[in-house]
C-alpha cells in the first residue's frame, strides 16, 4: 500500500532533532522512516510546495529542496482536481470547512487508492464524510 505523505509529517521528519522531542514524534518519523525504506512514500507537487515554503535561509532551502528530490511527485489529474471540488461541497454542506489543497490531497488519495499520513486532526474530519483512508 501507497501512503500519501502530508506537510506536517514532513516537516516533522526534516526538523532538527532535539533532547525534547517527545515519543510520538519520534514514533511518527521511525514510520516515516520505514515508508521511506519499503518505497511506499508518495509525494505531489501541492505538498512539496508547502514543503518549502516559508524557510527563509537560502542555503536550507536548497538542501531540502534536493533531498525532496529523491522523490518524483505522483501525477495529479484533472479528475483529481474536479473530485477535490465535490469533496469540498459535500463537506461544507454537512459543516466541515477545510482548504483546497486538503482537498486535493484526499481526491489523489481516493483516487488512486492511497492511504494518507497526516498530523493534520482536520483529515479525520475529512475521513468521517469521504471515503478517504489515514494510517
Request: aromatic letters at 10%.
Amino acid at each position: 500500500m501507497k501512503v500519501l505523505v502530508d506537510t506536517p509529517v514532513w516537516s516533522l521528519a526534516f526538523r532538527r532533532k532535539t533532547k525534547d522531542t517527545s515519543e510520538l514524534e519520534k514514533s511518527v518519523v521511525s514510520k516515516f522512516n520505514t515508508l521511506i525504506e519499503d518505497y511506499r512514500v508518495v509525494l505531489i507537487g501541492p505538498i512539496r510546495q508547502e514543503i518549502l515554503s516559508g524557510i527563509s535561509n537560502i542555503k536550507q532551502y536548497n538542501k531540502l529542496k534536493e533531498s525532496l528530490r529523491a522523490f518524483v511527485d505522483f501525477p495529479i489529474k484533472l479528475d483529481d482536481y474536479e473530485h477535490a471540488a465535490r469533496l469540498f461541497n459535500k463537506c461544507r454542506a454537512k459543516g466541515v470547512q477545510g482548504s483546497h489543497i486538503d482537498f486535493l490531497i484526499c481526491a489523489v488519495a481516493i483516487n488512486n487508492g492511497l492511504t494518507i499520513f497526516t498530523l493534520d486532526v482536520d483529515f479525520k474530519r475529512y475521513a468521517e464524510i469521504t471515503s478517504v483512508r489515514l494510517l
